[in-house]
């Protein structure tokens, strides 16, 4: 009946997933058979189902592996530390046919399997001197020299190794070798021996020829490697970066297209195949996988920015423009060390343009449906300018595509104001008189400006737009030389006339 127990106990082990749940029903089987045992074995077998599922609990762990310590030592002669007296070796042990009577109807590991697995624990709690030992007895020399190298034993691990190479030469210790002594020579010839078949030794040689920076190098023993193991997505990520270094666009997208095939959810993996398709000049390859590295990690501003980018190629203005909102939100909470970039110019331009021309396309056609989602884009545009005004010190660029976007929408208030605050922005930034592209646009504004103050036509108005002509055509002569001035000042000098011709009709 307890051999009956344990069976139920682990077939629900072996049919539900390993958490809490499943834990606490197998905790009442357990309680069932060390409650009322009569069975040496079936006890011990409980007793190790029940320390490994208290392996799981952190304030358990210490006790739970002492009981497998326990368990693993009563099947030896020899004096440990929960076997410390000869009386517990001699008479407290069941003779070998009671251990016997019942072990074919439970599942009761080897004692090397359980040391093993003892060893496994002790080295994840950090008792990794312990652990080596116990892989050590068990001939594990992979895991003796792993343990020996976190306690930071090299010496130890590489006299460990040494001594195996003097019994026999094998592809896996050469590899050990060389990743204790980092001298590559060793790692040739662990791929010697194995015939080009040790998938560590050619991973192994790839990270010293990539942190060498020996690209071309590294990538060819990494390939070597993943023909022998392609199931290695860390391995076929670093292929990738390399790829990108190169400039070997095709390599980097099969090695990333294969990480996301061995793992959906890496969403830097997503990103780099969104980038390299983006630098193919190949948008519509680019979103879907932009979409599935924002659903793993929406805090990258990288995949936005890359995003915004994509959609703009494809016209998804409504999209852009989310991607902007929330690129001036990583902004406005980031700290600035970040270097998150301000929005850039040519993409709210292209917004403003796509937005408004999708806008008189719906009009044209008088589709409803259309209209209205045009009218909620430009809605939504609007707030994206709101916002964008309200959150850090723009450059006259911004004022300028929002007065034309305002003008395009029929708002006249708000394109003044908007060519206003340009001029004044233009003003402020030093050294704006020294170059001949900004004098041009400030020309341009100030047209702009001249033509809203005669469209007003009142004397203030006159006046004032006269002050500011002749304040800015001042400040571009004083640099230049009288004797070859910008071609603008000729603009400035007829509007300037025009208004003081307009100025005396009032005087009369």
């Not at 980038?275 to 879907?288: L, Q, R, S, V």
Request: with cysteine; charged share 30%; net charge negative.
């Amino acid at each position: 009946d307890q051999s009956i127990l344990l069976a139920l106990c682990l077939d629900v082990k072996n049919d539900n997933p390993m958490d809490g749940l499943t834990g606490e029903q197998m905790g009442g089987y357990l309680a069932r058979v060390l409650n009322q045992h009569d069975d040496w074995m079936v006890y011990a077998t409980a007793l190790l189902e029940r320390a490994w599922l208290e392996c799981e609990r952190t304030h358990g762990r210490e006790r739970a592996i002492l009981q497998i310590q326990a368990l693993a030592d009563q099947h030896s002669n020899r004096l440990t530390l929960t076997q410390s007296t000869f009386k517990s070796v001699e008479d407290d042990s069941a003779p070998a046919q009671e251990r016997l009577r019942n072990i074919h109807g439970i599942v009761y590991p080897p004692r090397w399997d359980m040391l093993r697995d003892l060893a496994e624990r002790y080295a994840k709690i950090g008792i990794v001197t312990s652990a080596a030992e116990m892989f050590e007895e068990l001939e594990l020399w992979d895991e003796v020299v792993e343990c020996y190298r976190i306690a930071g034993k090299e010496s130890k691990a590489e006299e460990v190794v040494r001594k195996r190479l003097a019994e026999k030469e094998t592809p896996r210790m050469y590899a050990a070798l060389g990743d204790l002594s980092g001298d590559p020579r060793y790692f040739e010839r662990s791929i010697e021996l194995s015939r080009g078949r040790f998938y560590d030794a050619h991973v192994a040689l790839g990270k010293f020829y990539f942190e060498k920076g020996e690209l071309r190098k590294a990538l060819k023993h990494f390939l070597d490697g993943l023909e022998i193991k392609p199931l290695m997505p860390n391995v076929w990520f670093r292929v990738g970066t390399i790829g990108m270094q190169l400039r070997e666009w095709d390599t980097a997208l099969r090695a990333f297209s294969e990480v996301v095939q061995q793992e959906p959810e890496e969403g830097d993996a997503w990103a780099n195949v969104a980038a390299i398709h983006m630098h193919n000049k190949n948008p519509a390859e680019a979103y879907p996988a932009l979409l599935e590295s924002l659903k793993q990690n929406r805090n990258n501003w990288r995949v936005w920015a890359t995003k915004l980018y994509a959609c703009i190629d494809l016209k998804k203005y409504d999209e852009a423009i989310q991607a902007c909102n929330q690129l001036l939100d990583m902004k406005a909470r980031r700290n600035a060390a970040e270097g998150i970039p301000p929005l850039e110019e040519r993409c709210i331009r292209a917004i403003i343009g796509g937005v408004l021309r999708n806008y008189d396309t719906a009009r044209v056609s008088k589709d409803e449906a259309c209209i209205s989602s045009s009218k909620r884009s430009l809605l939504r545009l609007r707030e994206l300018l709101d916002k964008m005004e309200s959150s850090s010190k723009l450059e006259p660029w911004f004022y300028e595509v929002s007065a034309y976007f305002n003008g395009q929408m029929g708002w006249q208030e708000d394109v003044f104001n908007d060519l206003m605050k340009e001029y004044r922005a233009m003003q402020s930034a030093p050294g704006w008189e020294a170059d001949p592209y900004r004098i041009h646009k400030m020309t341009l504004l100030m047209k702009d400006i001249f033509q809203w103050y005669l469209k007003d036509g009142s004397k203030e108005s006159l006046t004032k737009c006269k002050f500011m002509l002749s304040g800015v055509a001042k400040k571009i002569r004083n640099y230049f030389d009288p004797s070859d001035p910008p071609k603008e000042l000729a603009d400035f000098d007829a509007m300037i006339e025009k208004l003081n011709e307009l100025l005396m009709v009032f005087k009369k």
